[in-house]
């Protein structure tokens, strides 16, 4: 027999699980169906413990930097605390009771297994069939991609899922994508002693960011010792046992480990989503301003294709909980989304690249300021490499993008996710007082540049 309940939530990624709270807490029968882990990906393979990972490599970091500035340090990695604060501390063994306790406190009826749309306002889930009164909330997020390559399907290789819960650090390590995923991963192990080889398709690192990202990166790595090749075509992976060996058409690069961070896939036919009118083919769900996909759908997250970060999973959350509940309010707007790629220096971006303001055929002008020639930037010394760059529509006076990195890029970050949010005149951000001395006050050297351009 068919349960109704209001909505049916299907994925409990992070937007997911808060949304199915508010909507129990505002009196609706929800029902949420989460086929792996309640909380989704962030919690458990991504931000959480990878972060905690970026951490326990910053710390190695830092000690190799007191030789020189602060007496001596002999820095001898150890992975075991690492691995036993993710199992322990992050994941709780990778079991999300507790995730769940908190949401069927909420008044959620949590339903276990993978939800399938078998027509309007219906989700299968198993033998049990939901029915929605008012409508669907899609949060099923992303899976990692396996690129088509030759002789990869089967091979014991790993993705985001795997690596955070390595017990032990590979004496050798092939990252194939240099994307956010390959290049916070990358940096940790070889942090941690693997010899790291990067390979990546694209021209540069971080292609989606600054090119003065990339290259900032791309040094940086060199430093530490880590091998990058970029403009690289895998044409084969072999895995002999002990090994993966990918062929790049004249050389090989040998290793104990593959990582595969290659970006993201959403099963849209396994959701069923052709049974609301959707192309199951899509590789992401379009949505309006209040999150609507299609009538008594709303989508949320991942799957969106309008930035893959858990803040936009949750802020698109709360417009579509709003929207269901029949509440007026601003629509959806991406124009400064922030983003932050910790690697050391982290790089924190927001609106529109240089490129991408160009492509819109907006005037542009940029402004740019290297960190290690700010006062603080000279004091700080080891690790001191960055740099913050404006991005100005010139007619409107105003920053539609910019980025910084450095030592806490991301923190610097909300100066300017602010002035681009709150589309802050840069005549205002030029009066503002800039406190000496801080990695911010590059912002101020960076609109000067932006003057003198
Ligand atoms: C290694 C890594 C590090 C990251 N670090 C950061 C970071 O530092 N900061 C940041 O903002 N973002 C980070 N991200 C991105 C972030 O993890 C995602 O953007 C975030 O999890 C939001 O995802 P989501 O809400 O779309 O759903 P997800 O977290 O992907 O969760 C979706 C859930 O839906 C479930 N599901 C899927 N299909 C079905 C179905 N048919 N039925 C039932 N359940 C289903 C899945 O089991 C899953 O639990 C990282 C990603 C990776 C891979
Ligand atoms: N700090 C954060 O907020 C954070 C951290 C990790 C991930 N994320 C999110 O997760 C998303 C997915 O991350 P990702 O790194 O998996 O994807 P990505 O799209 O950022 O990077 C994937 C990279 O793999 C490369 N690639 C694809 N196929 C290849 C092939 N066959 N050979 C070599 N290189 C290949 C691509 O050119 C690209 O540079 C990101 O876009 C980001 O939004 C966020």
Redesign the pocket.
């Known amino acids: 027999m068919a349960e109704d309940v209001d909505v049916v939530v299907i994925g409990l990624g992070p937007g997911g699980e808060d949304a199915a709270g508010r909507l129990a807490e505002a009196g609706l029968s929800v029902a949420g169906v989460e086929a792996r882990l309640v909380g989704g990906e962030c919690p458990y393979y991504?931000?959480v413990p990878?972060k905690m990972m970026v951490r326990a490599a910053g710390l190695l970091a830092e000690g190799r930097r007191v030789p020189g500035m602060a007496g001596d340090a002999t820095v001898r990695p150890d992975w075991s605390p690492v691995a036993g604060r993710i199992r322990d501390e992050a994941t709780d063994g990778w079991n999300d009771q507790a995730a769940a306790d908190r949401l069927t406190a909420k008044g959620v009826r949590l339903v276990r297994g993978r939800g399938r749309i078998t027509a309007p306002g219906e989700v299968t889930v198993g033998d049990r069939t939901l029915r929605a009164r008012r409508g669907i909330l899609i949060d099923i997020g992303?899976e990692?991609a396996a690129?088509p390559?030759d002789g990869l399907d089967g091979t014991p290789y790993w993705t985001?899922r795997e690596a955070v819960r390595a017990e032990r650090v590979p004496g050798s390590l092939l990252v194939?994508?240099?994307?956010?995923?390959?290049a916070?991963t990358a940096q940790v192990f070889a942090r941690f002693g693997a010899d790291v080889t990067i390979?990546?398709?694209?021209d540069r690192l971080l292609?989606?960011d600054e090119p003065e990202s990339s290259e900032l990166i791309a040094e940086v790595f060199r430093k530490e010792g880590l091998l990058v090749r970029t403009g690289?075509?895998?044409t084969g992976v072999r895995h002999d046992g002990d090994s993966f060996t990918l062929d790049l058409g004249g050389e090989r690069l040998t290793a104990e480990r593959l990582l595969v961070?290659?970006?993201?896939r959403s099963d849209l036919r396994g959701l069923g989503v052709a049974a609301v009118g959707l192309d199951e083919d899509a590789r992401t769900i379009p949505v309006d301003g209040n999150m609507r996909a299609a009538d008594g759908v709303w989508a949320i997250g991942d799957v969106t294709g309008k930035?893959?970060?858990t803040h936009v999973s949750m802020y698109q959350g709360r417009i579509a909980v709003r929207d269901i509940l029949g509440e007026e309010g601003s629509p959806a707007a991406y124009r400064a989304v922030p983003?932050?790629?910790?690697t050391d220096p982290e790089i924190g971006a927001v609106g529109l690249t240089e490129a991408q303001a160009r492509d819109q055929n907006l005037p542009v002008r940029t402004g740019f300021a290297r960190l290690e020639e700010t006062a603080r930037g000279w004091i700080h010394k080891a690790g001191n490499e960055g740099f913050v760059k404006l991005v100005e529509d010139t007619e409107w006076g105003v920053l539609v993008g910019a980025t910084a990195a450095g030592p806490s890029g991301g923190e610097v970050l909300g100066a300017l996710s602010v002035a681009v949010h709150a589309e802050v005149p840069t005549g205002a951000l030029r009066e503002m007082i800039y406190a000496y001395p801080t990695f911010h006050r590059a912002i101020e050297a960076a609109l000067a540049d932006l003057d003198g351009a």
């Open positions: 991504a931000c990878t992303t990692p690129p390559i985001n194939l994508g240099g994307g956010v995923v390959g916070e390979v990546e398709v694209a292609a989606q690289a075509t895998v961070a290659a970006g993201r930035g893959q970060f983003r932050v790629t910790f």
